[in-house]
């Protein structure tokens, strides 16, 4: 009976834990708790695409679409750890020093992230110039997902493609080329990823030797960045173009040795980011033949209507008289390409 008694008051067997291996780093609490630094990082970036959308919508639309997609891309993926990090999911077992690391790369890559977000904001352009996309009698305007078009009523046989500068909404360009269409010359404004012309720099193949327009002849031009691409590109694989307009821009290779290449240099005296010795070195990697259109008393932006510009320069002219002198000279080199065919 004392047997049977001392074996009812045993105590009940607990489950066995099984043991950390050794060596292991100690467990990390576990909480419900959100964990702030993928919450904060994820939180910054979703500023910053909504920041973009909302200061820079009308250069976005206006883009090559791949920035918006980009950014909405972008968004739902900083949404993801958003949440995961607030409803508090238990951290993974980890060494002290790769937590901290871990962390770091967060901040860092945030950082960075955050830098190219802003950076590749378009400058919107701006309403005179959205003005000049409408078509009427004299130009239709077709706009496509990588370039828009201003067709003449009646078409020449030159055409004109054109680059826009680094971070411009293409459209910023149409109040200058306008005044190109009306005269008769079919012109075709690329569209570039994120607005560089470095990520697309053959562009202009699509339109030079194209076989089912009725353009014969194509000119290259291009702003800044895209001017310098274009000169880049003035040796297509497809065809030749036959000219090419530099709007306050330099070659980015030696194009000297280009024979019967029609080359015009438009710069503004007053621009900072191109300025005229950088012009000046680069005469030697031009044609002997090119033609330099100086525009006294312009600045950088005035090639384009997309605001003022960081580090632009001081103009002495007015942006209306400038552009007046742009088109002048964009038109007797058009001229003088389509009289020689």
Same mark, same amino acid.
């Given at each position: ?27 990390? !609490? ?8 993928? /919450? +904060?990082? =994820?939180?910054?970036?979703? &500023? @910053? #695409? %909504? ?44 060494? !002290? ?8 790369? /967060? +901040?860092? =890559?945030?950082?960075?992230? &955050? @830098? #190219? %977000? ?224």
């Amino acid at each position: 009976t004392g047997a049977m008694a001392s074996d009812e008051h045993e105590p009940a067997e607990l489950p066995t834990v099984d043991a950390a291996p050794p060596g292991a780093p100690p467990a990390e !609490p576990r909480s419900g708790r959100p964990r702030w630094w993928p /919450l +904060v990082a =994820g939180g910054a970036v979703t &500023v @910053a #695409v %909504l920041w973009a959308f909302g200061t820079e919508w009308t250069g976005l639309r206006g883009s090559h679409p791949i920035g918006w997609i980009t950014l909405i891309v972008v968004l739902i993926g900083s949404i993801g750890p958003m949440v995961r990090a607030s409803v508090g999911a238990p951290p993974r077992r980890r060494r !002290p020093w790769v937590t901290w690391a871990a962390r770091a790369a /967060l +901040v860092v =890559g945030t950082m960075l992230l &955050v @830098a #190219v %977000l802003v950076f590749v904001q378009p400058m919107s352009a701006e309403r005179v110039t959205l003005d000049a996309t409408a078509s009427d009698a004299r130009v239709t305007v077709t706009d496509g997902a990588t370039e828009f078009r201003m067709a003449p009523a009646a078409p020449l046989r030159t055409g004109l493609a054109s680059y826009p500068g680094a971070r411009v909404d293409p459209r910023s360009y149409a109040q200058v080329l306008r005044p190109v269409a009306e005269a008769g010359y079919p012109v075709v404004v690329h569209r570039q990823p994120v607005n560089l012309a470095t990520l697309s720099v053959r562009a202009g193949d699509s339109v030079i030797g194209d076989v089912d327009d009725e353009v014969d002849r194509w000119v290259i031009g291009g702003h800044s960045l895209g001017g310098a691409m274009v000169a880049s590109s003035a040796e297509s694989e497809r065809a030749e173009p036959a000219g090419l307009l530099l709007y306050a821009a330099f070659p980015a290779s030696d194009i000297s040795d280009r024979a019967g290449l029609e080359v015009a240099s438009v710069p503004g005296t007053n621009v900072e980011l191109a300025d005229l010795d950088d012009i000046a070195a680069s005469v030697p990697e031009l044609p002997p033949e090119t033609v330099f259109v100086a525009i006294d008393g312009a600045i950088h932006s005035f090639s384009g209507d997309y605001g003022p510009r960081r580090g632009d320069g001081t103009a002495t002219i007015t942006r209306e008289d400038a552009q007046d002198q742009i088109v002048a000279a964009t038109l007797e080199m058009m001229g003088r390409i389509e009289a020689s065919g």
